[in-house]
């Protein structure tokens, strides 16, 4: 059984920062893709950032420059600086594994003062 946990979400001031957490059951690097998505309320889904089994990043253009994803041998992360009321969502962990798409509980950022 593949799980992802989320953890690091909290009520944040704008222009404050948060680093969110996924932690992986196996290695992370067994994940083709890992990625964290956001989820804003009566809003679609939003991919939010990438990073592959090989180290490339990708980010949504409108957290460039404030958000950056990174890994360590056991948990991939999401800085996200600069906050604004916008970056509110409930944060989602997402990884791919043997063509098969795993998901985390999810996490709440409250950007607001």
């Known amino acids: 059984q593949v799980q992802l946990v989320e953890s690091g979400g909290d009520l944040v001031q704008p222009g404050g920062s948060l680093r969110l957490s996924c932690a992986a059951s196996?290695?992370?690097?067994?994940?083709?893709?890992m990625g964290w998505y956001r989820q804003a309320p009566g809003k679609q889904p939003e991919l939010v950032a990438t990073?592959?089994?090989?180290?490339s990043t990708g980010h949504v253009d409108s957290v460039k420059g404030r958000f950056t994803i990174s890994r360590d041998n056991a948990k991939i992360y999401l800085q996200m600086n600069s906050l604004k009321p916008e970056d509110t969502a409930v944060y989602y962990c997402?990884?791919?594994?043997?063509?098969?798409?795993?998901w985390g509980q999810g996490t709440q950022v409250t950007v607001s003062s």
């Open positions: 997402q990884g791919i594994r043997n063509g098969r798409s795993y």
């Open positions: 990073i592959t089994s090989g180290g």
């Open positions: 196996g290695s992370i690097f067994s994940f083709a893709t």
